[in-house]
């Protein structure tokens, strides 16, 4: 069995919301959320998390899939 946590984008506005999404092989949503502050995410402890252009890090939008546990593969 694998596990798959991923980040979505919580952003929101007035025509629509932001697409982004951090896919990871993560174990817990702690190690999925570490992960996403290294890439430029922003998790806030109400439970929203933010991609790094809509937490104003200014870096581009795009989809990434992040391997945790590589070794843990079959």
């Keep these: 069995m694998s596990a798959r ?6 952003r929101e506005w ?16 702690d190690q999925a ?3 996403g502050d290294r890439r430029g ?4 402890a109400d ?10 890090s200014g870096e581009p939008r795009r989809t990434t899939v992040v391997h945790l546990h590589p070794k843990d593969r079959p």
């Design 5 to 10: 946590i991923t980040l979505h984008c919580d």
């Design 14 to 29: 007035q025509y629509g919301t932001c697409t982004s999404q951090l896919f990871t092989d993560a174990l817990t949503l």
């Design 33 to 35: 959320r570490a992960e």
């Design 41 to 44: 995410w922003r998790c806030h």
């Design 47 to 56: 439970g929203n998390d933010y991609c790094p252009t809509c937490s104003g």
